[in-house]
Structure formats: structure tokens, C-alpha cells
């Protein structure tokens, strides 16, 4: 960037930077007419070049500050323009997410709804009960209970 110029003397300190707003700018002046008048005025030619240099330096830091200020304004629309393009994709991704996380819902919905109903359906059938009465099963479980102990009672006692 340019540094900040120091205010030459011959520029008086009281001198708007700017013009103020609704005040129309004054008509442009052809560059020999306005040498003539600071002639005419009594300026010498060193006085000239001075002030044609402040001059110079003005319009250089009008332009510069217009120009930083024109950047600023384009920075800020970028701003803007950016975080409205982040704020939709950031709604397009949360859309997407939302959709994808339905659809493998769905998915493992299906994917577990057989064997739930067929673990549901096989639980539902009571244990299938025989017709024999249950004297006749108790009776073989102490036929089966006395002939296992005989069988031990032989084999270790040796009867």
C-alpha cells in the first residue's frame, strides 16, 4: 500500500478532504487556464510545482480511499454472497442426511422385520404336550432311576 503523504505547507490545513454530499463538484479547469490564473494570482513557478504536487497528492489519496472503499464494498457483497451459499448447501447437506438416514431405517427395518416375525411366530407356539399320563412317566423314571443303581451297586460292589 501507499503511506500516508505529510500535508505540504503550502496546503492550507482547513481544506475538506471531501466534497459534501449534495453539493455539485465544481467544473473541471483547463490545465493551461488554471496555470495562467496562478500566474496572474502572483505564484511563482517553485509555488506552482508545489502546489500542483499537493494537488497531485490530494487526488492520489481521494483515489486511493475511493478505491479502498470500493474494495471494502465488494468484500463485504463477497461476504454476504458466501455466507448465503453456505447457508444453502449447508440445508441441501442436512436434507441429504436426513433422507439417507430414512432410507437405511427403512432399509434395516425390512432387513429385521422376517427374522423378528419368525422368532415371534415360533415363541408363540406353546410346547407341543403329549396325551401320556403322567403316572406312566414318572413310574419309567424310577424303573430307569432303580436300574442305574443296580448297575452301579454291581459294578462296585460286585453283588
Sequence with gaps: MTEPLERPQSVPSDMPQRPPEGEPLPAP???????EQLRDAGFSA????ALTTALLRVLALWTQQATRGDLQTELHAGEQRLAQQLDT???E????VAQHTNALREELQSAFARPADLLHTTRAQPARRTDVPLWLITALLVLTC?????????????W
Design 29 to 35: 479547469v483547463d490545465a493551461r487556464r488554471a496555470v
Design 46 to 49: 517553485d509555488q506552482q510545482a
Design 89 to 91: 448447501l449447508r440445508e
Design 93 to 96: 447437506i442436512r436434507r441429504e
Design 146 to 158: 432303580a436300574g442305574v443303581f443296580l448297575l452301579v451297586g454291581r459294578s462296585m460292589l460286585g
